[in-house]
T-cell receptor
Framework: AQKVTQAQTEISVVEKEDVTLDCVYE???????LFWYKQPPSGELVFLIR??????QNEISGRYSWNFQKSTSSFNFTITASQVVDSAVYFC????????????FGQGTRLTINP | GAGVSQSPRYKVAKRGQDVALRCDPI?????LFWYQQALGQGPEFLTY????????KSGLPSDRFFAERPEGSVSTLKIQRTQQEDSAVYLC???????????FGSGTQLSVL
């Protein structure tokens, strides 16, 4: 069965600090997708990234970067120079490649950026 | 529309009542998903549609839960004889295909008293 673990329930940092959100996953599939979503107080989940299990290259998008390490089954997310607007709950998720491609989410990490 | 629209935003039901939750996906999106999110938890998959076909309903918790998408656009999630454990936020998401980039609605917060 697929499982996603986000061990950090809550993180609080001061603005401009860098922060890393951890994500560890379990799956028996050899191919799969990994995701990060942001959930602001308004409630809708906002897509950040989807990564295919074949692609282990790290990715950077502005202040966001993702470190995918298949050897440790981790897909960590780093925000550089954090801003107050980054405050939200962040979810890591995993899905199969075939079928419905339903997402299996972690429990989420509540990130608070203090001014 | 510009995004995925869900209604109502909030619903309070007495235990035993039936409720219907509506989802208007982005126009043209083929795939539609329903997820249930309990307080402080990550969303959990309920069911998946490709156009009007319900291809996966493995996440529906009981036969009290029923979803439909008769014309391949608007979808309704119906819960019969609601119970307290049904209290959660119900999220709808749509995409052009699969989970390539899912667009989520703001959800319907259901409270069963």
């Amino acid at each position: 069965a697929q499982k996603v673990t986000q061990a950090q329930t809550e993180i609080s940092v001061v603005e401009k600090e860098d922060v890393t959100l951890d994500c560890v996953y379990e799956t028996r599939d050899t191919t799969y997708y990994l995701f990060w979503y942001k959930q602001p107080p308004s409630g809708e989940l906002v897509f950040l990234i989807r990564r295919n299990s074949f692609d282990e290259q790290n990715e950077i998008s502005g202040r966001y970067s993702w470190n995918f390490q298949k050897s440790t089954s981790s897909f960590n997310f780093t925000i550089t120079a954090s801003q107050v607007v980054d405050s939200a709950v962040y979810f890591c998720a995993l899905s199969e490649v075939q079928g419905a491609q339903k997402l299996v989410f972690g429990q989420g990490t509540r990130l608070t950026i203090n001014p | 529309g510009a995004g995925v629209s869900q209604s109502p935003r909030y619903k309070v039901a007495k235990r035993g009542q039936d409720v219907a939750l509506r989802c208007d996906p982005i126009s043209g999106h083929v795939s539609l998903f329903w997820y249930q999110q309990a307080l402080g938890q990550g969303p959990e998959f309920l069911t998946y549609f490709q156009n009007e076909a319900q291809l996966d309903k493995s996440g529906l918790p009981s036969d009290r839960f029923f979803a439909e998408r008769p014309e391949g656009s608007v979808s309704t999630l119906k819960i019969q004889r609601t119970q307290q454990e049904d209290s959660a936020v119900y999220l709808c998401a749509s995409s052009w295909r699969g989970n390539e980039k899912l667009f989520f609605g703001s959800g319907t917060q259901l409270s069963v008293l």
